[in-house]
């Protein structure tokens, strides 16, 4: 079975510091993609970053960035220089071959203090 | 990019009635649609999976007769909660995908449904 898990609930950065969000999952498929998601008060979902599980690379995006590290199945997502406006709640997920389903972690939500 | 609506964004209706929700994939065919439902502060739980002209898949513990789901078309998925309960309020998502694997431009995620149920 697929899993993914987020260990921080909660977590305070202070304005133009970097932040790092943790995600670890659990899957028998050999080919998987993570992702990580946005969701501001709002409600929308704002994609953020992919990682293929066969990416040698790890993935950026401008200010994120996808700390993958296979072995230990972790895909943590790094903010660089964080803005007032990345406060919001962060979710990991992952894709695996069958059904395109995605699934979700608990989420954390990201605090940015001025 | 590609769009996901939904309509409507948000619902108030009384308990005991049917209440639909559309997803549209706006500039592109979708062949299978997602249903998401979201409890406050909490994280988003897969509800079905419906591919174009045939029946849903529904995840474990999720109701068939209570939220049908009808995909139409490759553009248009519709969740129906029927005879809608207080327990039902929620927030409900769908994400459209065109189908192929892996890659997070084939999926795509509508602004969500919250629904309040009196």
């Known amino acids: 079975a697929q899993k993914i898990t987020q260990t921080q609930p909660g977590m305070f950065v202070q304005e133009k510091e970097a932040v790092t969000l943790d995600c670890t999952y659990d899957?028998?498929?050999?080919?998987?993609?993570l992702f990580w998601y946005k969701q501001p008060s709002s409600g929308e979902m704002i994609f953020l970053i992919y990682?293929?599980?066969?990416?040698?690379q790890n993935a950026t995006e401008g200010r994120y960035s996808l700390n993958f590290q296979k072995a230990r199945k972790s895909a943590n997502l790094v903010i660089s220089a964080s803005q007032l406006g990345d406060s919001a709640m962060y979710f990991c997920a992952m894709r695996g071959t069958g059904g395109f389903k995605t699934i979700f972690g608990a989420g954390t939500r990201l605090f940015v203090k001025a | 990019g590609a769009v996901v609506s939904q309509h409507p964004s948000r619902v108030i209706c009384k308990s005991g009635t049917s209440v639909k929700i559309e997803c549209r994939s706006l500039d592109f065919q979708a062949t299978t649609m997602f249903w998401y439902r979201q409890f406050p502060k909490k994280s988003l739980m897969l509800m079905a999976t419906s591919n174009e002209g045939s029946k849903a898949t529904y995840e474990q513990g999720v109701e068939k007769d209570k939220f049908l789901i009808n995909h139409a078309s490759l553009t248009l998925s519709t969740l129906t909660v029927t005879s809608a309960h207080p327990e039902d309020s929620s927030f409900y998502i769908c994400s459209a995908s065109t189908g192929t694997s892996g890659r997070q431009e084939t999926q795509y995620f509508g602004p969500g449904t919250r629904l309040l149920v009196l």
């Open positions: 899957t028998s498929d050999q080919s998987y993609g």
């Open positions: 990682q293929g599980s066969y990416d040698e």
